[in-house]
């Protein structure tokens, strides 16, 4: 099997697939820029010691709410403007999901990424409009499809012009409220693009606490040495000040308090990949 040789230009300065990690993390939602600021903080120092390629992440509006009653978001408007405040006091490149065609030429203002999320995958004219921003696209893979589907989703990115696209790995449906992860499928994926491994999404009970999604932090640790050991291009984690607060994923997320040693013992994994 032959992993994809070429690198992704995710911004001017940030390469993925090539000798650097590239890691994607934030808190799920942009909550405030309170939080958002302490983790980008705190996230950009950790990058920086390791020689580690760093994207923020945060989420204007979480569209795929188990519940009409949970929170989304700060609406795009006001998303939108957390993040901007994120890229300029910090100077770091930005990712963030577009749920909407109509989203994408907006967002790109600001994001540097645009992220498909896992359910939105096959969404052939959300596809195209975030490829046609001229912006990196990020599309997760669907908890329902198979790794292997995953090249006609990037056919249709670069179908548009666009060959900065790259995949990130959940998880995969396995019964109700439950995801596992198939390592086969990181290089698998590796065929078509770089792959990134989503952490904190990978240990997610969809729907598992009622009108919620559930989560198994515990697992994180595991699954992601696991993911560094079978060898992808970068890491996709959530991180929160205080998860049992967090307004939107609190049971998936890792603690910030935690999140150095997290990424340090990863590291050294991925590392011998290289």
Not at 172 to 183: A, Q
Request: with cysteine.
């Amino acid at each position: 099997m032959e992993i994809f040789k070429e690198k992704v230009n995710v911004t001017d300065t940030i390469t993925l697939g090539g000798d650097k990690m590239v890691l994607f993390a934030g808190p799920c939602a942009a909550e405030s820029i309170e939080i958002c600021s302490e983790v980008a903080e705190k996230v950009k120092g950790i990058c920086q010691q390791l020689d580690i390629q760093y994207v923020f992440k945060s989420s204007f509006d979480k569209a795929n709410r188990t519940s009409a009653g949970s929170y989304r978001g700060p609406t795009m408007e006001g998303g939108i403007q957390i993040l901007e405040r994120i890229k300029k006091d910090f100077n770091l490149p930005i990712v963030t999901d577009v749920h909407e065609s109509y989203q994408c030429a907006e967002v790109s203002h600001v994001a540097d990424v645009l992220q498909i999320p896992a359910f939105l995958c096959r969404q052939t004219d959300l596809l195209k409009a975030a490829a046609r921003t001229g912006k990196a696209v990020k599309i997760k893979k669907g908890q329902f499809m198979a790794p292997e589907d995953m090249q006609f989703a990037v056919a249709k990115v670069k179908g548009e012009g666009n060959n900065k696209v790259f995949l990130t790995e959940r998880g995969t449906t396995f019964g109700y409220n439950n995801l596992v992860v198939d390592m086969r499928s990181l290089p698998i994926m590796r065929q078509y693009t770089p792959v990134v491994f989503d952490v904190t999404h990978s240990v997610q009970r969809p729907g598992g606490l009622g009108g919620s999604s559930g989560g198994d932090r515990q697992f994180t640790p595991y699954l992601a040495k696991a993911a560094a050991a079978v060898g992808v291009d970068g890491f996709f984690i959530e991180t929160h000040p205080n998860p049992v607060k967090a307004l939107s994923d609190g049971p998936n997320m890792i603690p910030l308090n935690e999140v150095e040693t997290f990424i340090e013992n990863i590291y050294k994994i991925w590392k011998l990949n290289r």
